[in-house]
């Protein structure tokens, strides 16, 4: 029998993970600076793939055999392509398991919120979703592209049925920069759409979008806070997407007896978000990955997650009665009728 030697677990678990923060900055580099485009088209050697893309060979021939001890890249025949299924995860901005956004943004934005974290551990600072920028609020809107296109095509249907297709109102609180309700528009051409949100940023993104798109007509941005909407029996649809953990604690039930009033007699609340757990021990598990991975680089937004209690009580106190359901054992989709 094995004698357990904590100390070296414990070193084990922190090496890993101090290899995990390097494999994003060689993600980061190759995406950066053209190299895994490069290799998408071709096997390069360092000498060949440091010529075409006009960069230092000593750092490139570094990169290159970091990405193969890290499987991004592999190496055969004396030269090195992208190792299977990166192409998928680092280039593909339409398919879900895309991830080549959030590297992007960890070492950029996400780099700059946790300078702040530590003087906001002592005095409880935040800066807000809007107080980000525009750059900012771009980033965001692409970073859900494929799983918003899942919900378009697959969920919703699954949840309104054949209205989609016949027509209704729907509204999205929280809209961003409109990516959702743009996918939504092209596959429901015979609805109409509203989308409100609070960060100034987002909304002039989604009104210049909207233009571009020539959607002005069918889609209307309006820039204010869920808990000041003033519709009454409107929507036959409210879509929240990955926004309640985004929204302060204190305005949550405010929002929320917004969106009741907003929908008419029948119509439907469409949630997907994250949810934490109540006990700690289980945050470790798979289910709770994203949960925590959102919670903890999203804290000094001051983003809070709730557990499935805390979502249950809120939309019970604003009159709905919900049903839990998931996508892919990571997310939470919750529904509920007016």
Excluded at 175 to 190: D, E, R, T, V
Excluded at 232 to 260: I, K, N, T
Excluded at 280 to 293: G, I, T
Aim: with cysteine.
């Amino acid at each position: 029998m094995t004698t357990p030697n904590p100390s070296k677990e414990a070193f084990e678990r922190i090496q890993s993970a101090f290899k995990g923060l390097q494999t994003v900055q060689v993600v980061y580099l190759g995406l950066e600076l053209g190299l895994f485009d490069a290799l998408k088209r071709d096997a390069h050697t360092p000498e060949s793939l440091a010529a075409a893309k006009a960069l230092h060979l000593p750092y490139v021939r570094v990169w290159m055999q970091t990405a193969v001890a890290f499987g991004i890249l592999a190496f055969a025949d004396g030269v090195y392509r992208l190792a299977p299924g990166m192409e998928t995860v680092l280039l593909d901005t339409d398919h879900p398991r895309y991830v080549g956004g959030f590297a992007r943004g960890f070492l950029t934005f996400l780099a700059d919120d946790f300078g702040l974290y530590p003087d906001a551990f002592r005095d409880g600072r935040v800066l807000g979703f809007g107080d980000h920028g525009e750059a900012f609020s771009e980033w965001v809107s692409k970073l859900t592209h494929p799983m918003q296109r899942l919900v378009v095509a697959k969920l919703l249907p699954e949840h309104v049925g054949e209205a989609l297709q016949t027509g209704i109102d729907v509204l999205d609180v929280g809209c961003g920069a409109g990516q959702f309700l743009f996918k939504l528009a092209a596959q429901y051409p015979n609805c109409r759409f509203t989308g409100i949100d609070g960060d100034p940023h987002g909304i002039v993104l989604a009104r210049r979008a909207s233009t571009e798109k020539g959607l002005s007509d069918r889609i209307t941005f309006r820039h204010v806070y869920g808990q000041d909407m003033t519709y009454q029996d409107q929507f036959d649809l409210v879509v929240m997407f990955e926004v309640l953990h985004e929204l302060p604690v204190s305005v949550r039930p405010g929002v929320m007896s917004a969106v009741y009033r907003a929908l008419r007699p029948g119509g439907l609340l469409f949630i997907l978000d994250e949810t934490w757990s109540d006990d700690p021990r289980l945050l470790s598990q798979p289910e709770f990955q994203m949960s925590v991975l959102v919670q903890f680089s999203e804290l000094v937004w001051g983003n809070v997650v709730y557990t499935e209690s805390e979502q249950t009580r809120l939309l019970h106190d604003a009159g709905f009665e919900t049903i839990r359901g998931d996508l892919g054992g990571t997310f939470t989709i919750l529904t509920a009728r007016k």
